[in-house]
């Protein structure tokens, strides 16, 4: 992604145009959100100096670590993927709508400093008091930390009077074939996508806006995710997923914008012009049955997903980028890319596309059957769920050759909000 | 819980704000710094939980010496009353009267737990009385959680005589020490916290009544014991920062007006009746209420 996407670090920077106290005093309300204020004030400023003397010692140039936060879309859908993901779902627990713009307002200004790789609130001048930060990520670079904000569809019942602004075809995602899906993963009025080249910048932004949350909104459910670092391929080839396949190959191109404005930016369209700019995302936590992957042989394997494991190049061709002839015959007459396998199916005529962005998870071990809880954070975006999501993933379900060896168990959609410029704040368009 | 008395004197209020003084200053010298600055103490009419400068100097001059002297009669009240509570236990213990041993178990126990940050100010009367089960050398384990393993777990009283003659004993030293107790601002400030903290890491999880499951009935009282700190410091708090002193107030309403949900006659219900959904919604609101309480300490300047 290019970063001309997002406007200039130096516009943007609340650090060097701060908000007022007073300013912020209003917008934030208090308490929880009242924690962050610190952090537009002076504080903040010698935080970020000091983040700047260490990231310049450690031959960190450090504008390459940080992605602008403000811009016309949010960072972290068509940013190059990060090496870790934390993400979080949020049930809103206030029933009233001031507060919840309020909470918008204090998460951006936290999430504008963060990115940059500010500490929030000053450095602990009181000693009577909890420190503002929760200090984790004291010192280090700001990693090309993304958030990236977005509302379910349960956001949009009677409690906010946002009923009328629930886009047309945004609603919970119907049953598929095969789901076995468990309450601790699915759902949530809102969302966060923490994604970071470290995972301590990660979580420390996560645990940091829940905090601001709290007496507001609490945590529903949180993945953390991973996927090989940068240092471990420094060549940037297509990551491979955990059953050891190049995953991402066929995504189209996040830099073109002709692309991304055909798959993944949502119009205006379906009643929600608040959403122009945005994008939907689906997130489904599927499990990967590991050890019954690993008893299946490499013909097994190639065929499910129809590429080959080594190169990542379609069955018939050559190299991971070859054309994909989904008519090509093998020897022995049959299509040389099953029917049903995942890209097969996947694919289609290639007339609905998605842009994928999942990590690979852990959950440890399942305490259960001894077998690793492991498998894909998958998460995708897309202008519209019902032309692109959904009748995917049914075609998928009934058919997949993947299907033995995954188990979809948590899922959810989230509208992630157009983006904002500095001065006004994430979810500004809806509420 | 470690809580240090004395860690504020006054002679060190004055040299930290003289520091911080000084710093204001140097960071003066930074243009976009100043700027800044002008605007925080324009718009810092007690309103923020981090304050700067002219704050703090307001604080060092707050007087809480009424402060303190309402919030020991508070203390020396509960335990009168807990004293008098312990009794009445005991006595059913040792008179073999189990199930009246019982009902009388979590009662007595709420006059403690609302004021348990003194109690852990008094040495070791804490474990005396409150150990529970492998927080102490076995041979050391004594005080109430004994006790309630005797009742609901072997389901007699035998045994528990000598235990129970202890407890009271340990009771009354606690009645008598309270008077001499060195309570300031920061002991009340950090002991509401500490309340709160006590609820989450062991009421909330069920794992201070492990065999009675009366957890709420300490959950209860910890809370009521963080809300009188609350009252008795709110009008200094409105005055200071009126804001968190209003969302302190409100959260805890919210938390009480949910633990009323588990009232049963004159107490509560077993926290095994608790669902896993209903546990973690009295966490979270807990965590709601006790991250606005820790800000309290503004009261007490830098
Ligand atoms: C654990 C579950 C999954 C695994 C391991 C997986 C893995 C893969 C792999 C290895 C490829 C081929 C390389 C590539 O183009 O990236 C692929 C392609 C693809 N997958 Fe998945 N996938 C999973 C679930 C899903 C789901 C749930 C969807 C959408 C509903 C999906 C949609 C796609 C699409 C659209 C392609 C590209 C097809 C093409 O145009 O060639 N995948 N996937």
Known sequence: MSNREHEETKDSSILKKPLSRRDLLRLAGTGGLGLIIGGAGMGGLFAAKERKTAAAVAGHPDTEDRIPFYGKHQAGIITPSQNFIYFAAFDVTTTDAQELKKLFQAWTAAAAAMTEGSMLGEESANHNLPPVDTGESAGLSPSRLTLTFGAGPSLFDSRFGLASKRPANFSDLPAFNGDQLDARWCGGDLAVQACADDLQVAFHAIRNLARIARGTAVLRWTQEGFQRTGSADPAGGTPRNLLGFKDGTANPDATSSEQMNRVVWAGAEGGAAWMAGGSYMAVRRIRMRIEVWDRSSLKDQEETFGRYRASGAPLGGQHEFDKVDLSAKGPDGSPAIPANSHMALARGDGSVQILRRSYSYSGGMDAKTGQLDAGLLFICFQRDLQKQFIPLQQKLAKSDRLNEYIQHVGSAVFACFPGASSGGYIGETLL | ?302
Not at chain 2, 123 to 131: E, K, Q, S, T
């Open chain 2, 1 to 302: 819980m470690n809580l240090k008395l004395h860690t504020i004197i006054p002679a060190g209020i004055i040299l930290s704000s003289l520091l911080f003084a000084g710093c204001s200053e140097k960071e003066s010298a930074d243009p976009a710094a100043s700027e800044t600055k002008t605007e925080t103490s324009a718009a810092n009419t007690g309103t923020s939980a981090q304050s700067a400068g002219t704050d703090s100097a307001a604080a060092q001059t707050t007087d809480f010496s009424a402060a303190v002297e309402s919030y020991r009669t508070f203390a020396v009240e509960q335990c009168d009353q807990f004293v008098k509570q312990t009794e009445k236990f005991t006595e059913a213990v040792k008179a073999g009267k189990l199930e009246e041993a019982k009902a009388l178990y979590a009662p007595a126990r709420s006059y403690y737990e609302r004021i348990e940050p003194i109690a852990e100010a008094l040495g070791n009367l804490d474990p005396d009385i409150d150990a529970r089960v492998n927080d102490v050398d076995a041979a050391e384990w004594r005080g109430f959680h004994r006790i309630e393993k005797g009742l609901w777990e072997d389901k007699t009283t035998k045994g528990q005589e000598a235990f129970a003659d202890r407890l009271l004993q340990d009771a009354q030293l606690l009645r008598a020490k309270v008077e001499t107790v060195d309570i300031d601002a920061s002991l009340m400030v950090t002991g509401a916290v500490e309340l709160l903290n006590e609820v989450s890491s062991s009421k909330v999880t069920g794992e201070e009544e492990l065999y009675s499951h009366t957890d709420l009935y300490d959950f209860a009282a910890n809370v009521e014991g963080a809300a009188k700190i609350y009252e008795i410091l709110k009008p200094d708090l409105a005055k200071k920062d009126p804001d968190l002193e209003k969302q302190i107030g409100e959260r805890f309403d919210a938390l009480k007006k949910e633990l009323d949900a588990y009232k049963k006659g004159d107490g509560y219900v077993s926290y095994t009746e608790l669902k896993e959904d209903e546990v973690r919604k009295l966490s979270q609101n807990l965590d709601a209420l006790a991250e606005p309480l820790s800000n309290m300490g503004t009261l007490l300047g830098v």
